[in-house]
């Protein structure tokens, strides 16, 4: 009856025989064409809602990222024989009545894009019995334009015209399905499944294995900036993260204490090298099957306040990581078993994924983290393992990633005071909303011990003080001690005089930086 009565409302609100008429005030134009039903909803002055289904039962979707609200103001339109045109100052519509054929150009009337002759599609593909579409959407994009965006990547490609791409999260892969173009316009592809981006033969497509419509936003601008202050506006702002987040972070994989810990800090704090972050990652709540139990093991991390409260005597800010992923010898696991809070799929840990689904597990997650690491003076969370790490998720891998952002973003909700930063194995829609971050993490390993090696690693931090990067992270591996060894640790390998004069040529020039960037 709501999907009835809706209907009728946009009927009476943009009269689809298309006859001739003078423009006036925009409402949704719904479109019932032969395969389904056409929405197009403007959402500012500057961006335009497309919707397609061919059930209206699955009208009402209700987006997990996209926050605004559709706005009308400035916004007008001309129905014709053949359609109709929907004008603001920034934007011009234009859609064909027959063909369902959608036309973008701007404020100066040049065309943007439009959909092409293939027909948009809708595919019954059922999962877990539910009942869902195979969904694609095809375009025309100008030859002229260049075509950026999607994520990153680690294929060497910026320029997206002429390939496809997965857009499917995985470790190394972050993903984002917004496409923005060099004539100034964005395309937000508003679905979580396995999609598959394709701009050959004169067609740009986008086709996800589930949806239950076709949903997507334009975007434009009068530069690339404004197009990404349109993807904000529509899927949230990105707060500003505390000085001490912008500094140089330490990490390797992994330290086993927090004498380590310590020791680490104090090292670069004699040979006087700025450091601001230090990263603690996995297994520090013991055996697998304590994985991930938001404690930290008495056995080897004992007395974590003190511990934790001595680390911030160094001028030194902790991250520790966390996973969805839950050890079956944990107390929370043994929780959320009880209360139906895990999924069914096993994780290669032992044992399962929690259901970020349920808002009760989503809430009490956060709980479980603050009472055990936040509580005892964590300032930064690590979210690892967000593919996530098991298989036969179909559709479910990029929801369960946006709805675990949601989980830990319980905090801004609980305790409203409190600021810290989250660093995400991944990326995804409306990600910088939650105060996240992914940073490119890159191997610290030696390289052989080659001089070129060497030379290119202090580049890479030079780089980093030049480009003013959010954050600089160096990721040793198992085998360095200090997990950044061919800077900062003397093993031998390498003449102690050289060491020491790369130390201080780093050392002032980071220095030098952090004066300049925040006196």
Request: with cysteine.
């Amino acid at each position: 009856m709501t999907v009835f009565i809706r209907s009728i409302l946009l009927f009476a609100l943009c009269t689809v025989s298309f006859a001739e008429s003078t423009p006036v005030p925009l409402k949704t134009v719904w479109l019932p064409l032969e395969a389904g039903t056409l929405e197009v909803t403007p959402y500012s002055t500057k961006i335009v809602r497309v919707c397609f289904y061919p059930d209206p039962a699955l009208s009402l979707k209700e987006s997990l990222v996209v926050i605004a609200k559709p706005s009308f103001d400035g916004w007008t339109i001309k129905h014709g024989k053949n359609g109709a045109t929907l004008t603001s100052a920034n934007l011009q519509v234009e859609v064909d009545s027959k063909s369902g054929v959608i036309s973008f150009a701007d404020k100066a009337s040049s065309p943007l894009l439009k959909n092409s002759d293939i027909p948009r599609s809708c595919n019954s593909n059922s999962v877990g019995g539910t009942p869902s579409y195979r969904v694609r959407e095809t375009f025309q994009v100008d030859s002229a334009q260049g075509l950026y965006g999607l994520g990153q990547y680690q294929d060497g490609k910026m320029n997206y015209r002429n390939t496809d791409v997965r857009i499917m999260q995985a470790n190394k892969i972050s993903v984002n399905p917004f496409l923005i173009s060099t004539a100034n316009w964005g395309l937000l592809w508003d679905n979580y499944s396995d999609t598959q981006y394709q701009d050959l033969k004169g067609v740009t497509s986008f086709e996800s294995e589930y949806g239950d419509a076709i949903d997507y936003y334009i975007v434009v601008g009068d530069s690339m900036d404004e197009v990404i202050a349109g993807y904000r506006h529509l899927t949230g702002a990105a707060p500003m993260f505390g000085k001490w987040a912008y500094g140089f972070w330490q990490c390797k994989e992994r330290y086993t204490s927090f004498q380590e810990l310590k020791d680490i800090v104090a090292e670069y704090r004699r040979r006087n090298v700025p450091i601001d972050n230090i990263i603690q990652d996995w297994r520090y709540w013991g055996e697998k099957g304590m994985w991930s139990s938001m404690e930290f093991d008495p056995a080897t991390y004992r007395a974590a306040e003190k511990n934790i409260e001595e680390i911030h005597n160094l001028n030194v800010k902790l991250m520790v990581s966390i996973w969805p992923s839950l050890g079956p010898d944990t107390k929370i696991y043994k929780e959320f078993d009880e209360k139906g809070y895990l999924l069914d799929n096993k994780h290669w840990c032992t044992g399962k994924v929690y259901a970020p689904f349920n808002p009760a597990a989503r809430k009490r997650y956060w709980d479980c983290i603050k009472c055990g690491l936040i509580d005892k003076g964590v300032d930064a969370l690590w979210m690892d393992g967000t593919e996530p790490e098991f298989t036969g998720t179909g559709s479910q891998d990029t929801t369960l990633i946006i709805l675990r952002m949601k989980s830990v973003s319980f905090c801004w909700d609980s305790a409203p005071s409190f600021a810290f930063l989250l660093w995400c194995m991944c990326t995804e829609k409306t990600k910088q909303k939650s105060g996240s971050f992914w940073g490119g993490k890159r191997p610290g390993t030696n390289e052989n011990n080659t001089e070129n090696s060497y030379e290119k690693r202090i580049r890479l931090l030079g780089f980093g003080e030049k480009s003013i990067c959010q954050a600089i992270q160096e990721a040793g591996d198992a085998s360095s001690q200090h997990g950044c060894n061919c800077i900062f640790q003397d093993d031998g390998r390498r003449d102690r005089t050289a060491l020491s004069e790369s130390d201080q040529s780093l050392s002032d020039r980071t220095r030098s930086f952090r004066q300049k960037t925040f006196s």
